[in-house]
């Protein structure tokens, strides 16, 4: 069935460090892909997104392109600050209407060090 | 943006007892929301699609008749979870959508003892 997979957390990193975060999926038609953003004590947010082949979603210095040939949206910073601590959710989604449903990934927790 | 709320934001029950969670968009109307739950360290799993005016719509191994969903109107839905034992304790959340995005509710945390 339709699935994503990301890469376990936690991750750690120091300030200004480059961030990847790595997540693929499986999907039997042509997906919309996601990353959503949970800050501590808050709901999901959606930080960016990509709705066809090699588009690239970007928001925040965080980019991530679709890769049809390997079915991969890995989620890049190129230098992380201490606010982007949260945990960080690929997903997506059949069908990019309103009524979609989405397909999550485990989440992957991201902390960052001054 | 659009902001959606949940309450409460914790609750701790007793086995046995029925417990409602409250979903609501504050700033736009959602005929359809959607309620799902987190297990630690896991993602989050799709419980069912909340429909205002109809019946819920269920994911396959979600019991219907444990977890009551009601869409009361365009800006509340609402999860009751039934005769709650701990397997339940658990994280739920609830989303509606606008123009084509997902809101979030921040989540209510369910501790059955």
């Known amino acids: 069935g339709d699935s994503v997979t990301q890469m376990e957390g936690p991750v750690t990193l120091s300030e200004e460090a480059f961030l990847t975060i790595n997540c693929t999926y499986t999907?039997?038609?042509?997906?919309?892909l996601f990353w959503y953003v949970q800050y501590p004590g808050e709901g999901l947010q959606l930080l960016l997104k990509?709705?066809?082949?090699?588009d690239k979603g970007s928001n925040k210095g965080f980019e991530a392109t679709y890769r049809k040939e390997t079915t991969s949206f890995h989620l890049e910073k190129g230098s992380v600050q201490v606010s982007d601590s949260a945990v960080y959710f690929c997903?997506?989604?059949?069908?990019?209407?309103?009524?979609?449903?989405?397909?999550f990934g485990s989440g992957t927790r991201l902390s960052i060090r001054p | 943006g659009a902001v959606v709320s949940q309450h409460p934001s914790r609750v701790i029950c007793k086995s046995g007892t029925s417990v409602k969670i409250e979903c609501r968009s504050l700033?736009?109307?959602?005929?359809?929301m959607f309620w799902y739950r987190q297990f630690p360290k896991q993602s989050l799993m799709l419980m069912a699609t909340?429909?205002?005016?109809?019946?819920?719509?269920?994911e396959q191994g979600v019991e219907k008749d444990k977890f009551l969903i009601n869409h009361a109107s365009l800006t509340l839905s609402t999860l009751t979870v039934t005769s709650a034992h701990p397997e339940d304790s658990s994280f739920y959340i609830c989303?509606?959508?606008?123009?084509?995005?997902?809101?979030f509710g921040p989540g209510t945390r369910l501790t059955v003892t």
């Open positions: 999907a039997t038609g042509y997906p919309s």
């Open positions: 990509a709705t066809k082949a090699d």
């Open positions: 989303s509606a959508p606008k123009d084509y995005e997902q809101y």
């Open positions: 700033d736009f109307q959602a005929t359809t």
């Open positions: 909340s429909n205002e005016g109809s019946k819920a719509t269920y």
């Open positions: 997903a997506l989604t059949l069908m990019y209407s309103s009524a979609s449903k989405i397909i």
